[in-house]
């Protein structure tokens, strides 16, 4: 079969170039490294992630078709260049994929573990079979590859400009703005309130999907590249903080949790979920806790109100903690299933029914129901009053009406984890030397658009103190 030479195989030379293996994707199927043994994996917090072996890997990599149009590149927030590292890492180039990757990608140890890879579900291979391409898994294999043959370190030939940027908050946002003002010349000096960096990689992120042994290892990087980070500091961005500085970003998050203020909010057993979440990766580090102070699933039966990722965590977690029973609860209808979103058509994200690894180790999973009240006895949980419901449509249009649906019923829980989202941050006029990024910016979103936000706003910084 004659088969056209695609637009990237003719380079400004005119030679041609393939992009990937002719024909893979035709004859590879999508193969995912899978998870550990469910009844292994659930006795500890190491990450559930396996990954292939480098032939394996290679073949996966071979599949990237280079479409002409890549929709992959126009989904990562970051425009992560997804044809053309996959080419060197099919071809064995393992140093020049990582060139390619952390051209646009910071910390891609990072997204290649816990990004919801909107490139593969953009691909054109998903629109084709459902089979993208395994781009978030090729992308830490390419990291890991390079840290493990040491390909990866400090630069040498950072020239120092004088001028001196403060940043303040930690986490992907922040690390990829400082990282970026540092390589441009800027003294950089990172705040955080926390006692080490990462934000909510290190205290939201559970470490069976994220290691922390993998934040320390970037930390140490920056740090020899010259960032300086000072730890404890919870910084009020006021005039005097914001004029010690030639600029400042504010890269803070979203500190506030949506909280649930129903009747018996103030029983014991009813916690935010990142009140579990960070305390459990704080004990991993080695902290220690109280037992009046400590947070635990454990030998109780949990609720988790939200049906959303944050809850997901808890449910791993509550696992991991050696909970009697898990039940998820979610007030907005139950999510189409299977590939394809018909409100949300390729090449856009969609928005289906989604199982994680933590689902999977056990876990009833219920929506369309309204929490009303917690009930408990001598100031402790016991229960909590819920209500089925539905969603009509509403006459008047806007908003569907929730309706009630049958009788409330009390379901039994020890223990309640709020996991329902965050408020977006309002923020006072900033002096015009500081600027805002990240989720502190956006509202709670992803590891992936809050570094693309912190990139873009270390190029804005570089075009104020350039003017
Ligand atoms: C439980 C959970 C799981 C998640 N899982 C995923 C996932 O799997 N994949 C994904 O893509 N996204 C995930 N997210 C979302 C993702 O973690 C965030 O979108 C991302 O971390 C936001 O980055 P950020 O740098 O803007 O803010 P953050 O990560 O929140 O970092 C903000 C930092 O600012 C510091 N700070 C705040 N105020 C001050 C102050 N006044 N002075 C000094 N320091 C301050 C904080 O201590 C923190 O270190 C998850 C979120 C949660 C809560
Ligand atoms: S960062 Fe996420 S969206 Fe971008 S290429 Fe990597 S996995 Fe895909």
Same mark, same amino acid.
């Given at each position: 079969m004659f088969l056209p030479p695609r637009l990237s195989q003719i380079t400004n030379e005119n030679t041609i170039t393939i992009m990937g293996k002719e024909r893979a994707f035709l004859e590879i199927h999508r193969q995912e490294a899978g998870y550990r043994d469910l009844h292994d994996r659930i006795h500890d917090f190491g990450e559930v992630e396996q990954t292939l072996n480098t032939h394996e890997r290679k073949a996966q990599a071979s599949r990237c078709m280079d479409c002409g149009v890549p929709f992959c590149h126009w989904a990562c927030p970051l425009g992560n260049k997804a044809p053309e590292w996959n080419e060197a890492l099919y071809k064995g180039e393992w140093e020049l994929a990582y060139k390619l990757l952390s051209a646009t990608n910071p910390f891609p140890e990072f997204t290649g573990r816990v990004c919801p890879a909107l490139c593969e579900k953009a691909c054109v291979l998903n629109r084709y079979?459902?089979? /993208? &391409? &395994?781009n978030r898994e090729n992308e830490c294999a390419i990291t890991e590859g390079n840290f493990r043959e040491g390909f990866i370190r400090p630069r040498t030939d950072i020239v120092r400009n004088g001028k001196h940027i403060a940043v303040i908050g930690a986490g992907p946002a922040g690390l990829a703005a400082a990282n970026d003002l540092n390589i441009m010349g800027y003294q950089v000096s990172v705040y955080d309130k926390n006692e080490a960096a990462g934000g909510l990689l290190r205290y939201g992120i559970p470490n069976f999907k994220l290691n922390k042994a993998v934040i320390d290892r970037r930390i140490r990087l920056l740090e020899q590249e010259g960032i300086e980070f000072h730890y404890g500091k919870d910084i009020t961005c006021d005039p005097s903080f914001a004029s010690q500085f030639d600029a400042v970003v504010i890269a803070t998050g979203t500190p506030t949790a949506r909280d649930l203020t129903i /009747? =018996?909010?103030? %029983?014991? =057993?009813?916690? %935010?979920?990142l009140e579990l979440l960070a305390q459990q990766n704080r004990v991993l580090a080695g902290c220690e806790f109280t037992p009046e102070q400590r947070v635990t699933a454990k030998d109780k039966d949990v609720l988790v109100i939200g049906g959303g990722d944050t809850g997901s965590d808890c449910i791993g977690t509550a696992h991991r903690q050696g909970c009697k029973s898990v039940t998820q609860i979610e007030i907005m209808p139950r999510p189409v299933e299977g590939p394809e979103d018909p409100a949300n058509p390729w090449p856009a994200f969609p928005r289906t029914l989604k199982t994680t690894s933590s689902h999977e180790e056990g876990c009833t999973r219920r929506w369309n129901i309204n929490t009303l009240e917690f009930i408990g006895e001598n100031g402790k949980l016991t229960g909590v009053k819920v209500q089925e419901i539905e969603w009509k449509p509403n006459p008047d249009g806007g908003r569907p009406l929730m309706v009630e649906k049958g009788k409330p019923e009390i379901i039994k829980a020890e223990l309640v984890l709020l996991a329902m989202g965050f408020l977006k941050p309002q923020h006072p006029d900033f002096p015009d030397n500081v600027f805002v990024c990240g989720d502190a910016k956006n509202g709670a979103s992803l590891v992936v658009r809050a570094m693309a936000s912190g990139k873009q706003t270390a190029a804005e910084v570089n075009k104020y103190l350039s003017l």
């Open positions: 079979n459902h089979e /993208p &391409t &395994t /009747p =018996g909010r103030e %029983l014991k =057993g009813v916690y %935010l979920a």
